[in-house]
């Protein structure tokens, strides 16, 4: 059965959900993998039960998504993925190619935050912008971050390595950064960002409003979604401050969860939208029943 040809990757690899006459289309860019390890807890075991128990695969999978918006005139991504395609990740230039969209076609990127499977894909294979027409947004206290020579002197050899990266794209998209904060408005009508530091000092949500009708997208605010809706204490080693990640977490999750907000996320399970419901001491994620859209 494990032979039988994928003709339906592609075709799986996209949704599209409206949100008042803005249109948001997930799009899976591939996987990564994680390890029990890299959760921060004081009870692992229970952790990984949780995941075990919702019959997720070991070791756990990373979903990695990317986020189209259409407005208007206006092409936007949020966040751009991995680079070149491997076996697991990089699909997103493909997957904007069978929806007919080349890279300079997109106008605006929208980042969550600069780690490697968010920012990896902003520059070619000749390190030259991927997206040669889009204006690159983020939070000005992410950006501070990744140039501090103090934070590259503590990071780990892979973590020296990711500054690297996002000094290479801060040269290679030059005045076309453009850094942000929560008094910034809307970057075009009905897109706002929304802080959530902790994963990194800048980390930040896109929140989406047209009409009536609202949809936050959020970075890594979750990587294992069988435990830290349900615990959203437990943090990861890629958590620059764990206690200000745990704190932006549990904000976001019960701002979601108060205004029934449909949310989409990074490593939530493709396409990822869905609704946060308040559960116990924690909370769990419904996703949104799959219905056609025009």
């Known amino acids: ?55 997720r695969s070991v070791p756990p999978l990373l979903t990695i998504n990317c986020f189209l918006i259409r407005s208007q005139d206006r092409l936007a991504l949020i966040d751009a993925g991995y680079p070149t395609p491997t076996k697991t990740s990089g699909k997103l230039i493909e997957h904007l190619d069978s929806l007919g969209i080349q890279p300079a076609d997109i106008d605006t990127i929208l980042m969550t935050h ?15 912008p991927t997206f ?27 973590g020296q390595d990711e500054f690297r990266l996002v000094r290479r794209v801060v040269r290679a998209y030059g005045e076309r950064i453009r850094q942000l904060d929560a008094e910034a ?26 009409g009536s009708e609202s949809l936050l997208v959020w970075g890594d605010i979750i990587h294992f979604p069988a435990i830290q809706f349900a615990l959203p204490d437990t943090c990861v080693v890629y958590d620059v401050d764990a206690n200000a990640a745990a ?6 999750l019960a701002f979601a969860a108060e205004r029934k907000l449909l949310v989409a ?14 559960s116990h001491t924690g909370y769990r994620f419904v996703p949104e029943v799959w219905h056609p859209t025009e």
């Open 1 to 55: 059965m494990n032979s039988f040809p994928n003709f339906f990757a592609k075709a799986r690899s996209c949704y599209q959900v409206k949100v008042g006459d803005i249109a948001i289309c997930a799009i899976n860019d591939g996987f990564d993998y994680l390890a029990f390890t890299d959760i921060v807890s004081n009870d692992r075991d229970l952790c990984q039960r949780l995941h075990e128990n919702e019959f």
């Open 114 to 128: 600069m780690h490697a499977d968010h920012s990896a894909g902003l520059l070619d294979a000749e390190e030259r």
């Open 132 to 158: 040669p027409n889009a204006k690159v947004f983020l939070h000005k206290d992410e950006l501070a971050y990744w140039l501090d020579e103090g934070a590259f002197a503590r990071a780990s050899q892979v």
């Open 185 to 210: 408005g809307q970057i075009f009508p009905g897109v706002r960002l929304v802080e959530t530091p902790g994963h990194t000092p800048g980390h930040a949500a896109w929140l989406v409003e047209s």
């Open 247 to 252: 704190d932006a977490r549990k904000k976001i």
């Open 265 to 278: 996320g990074s490593h939530l399970d493709f396409p990822s939208f869905g609704h946060v419901i308040a």
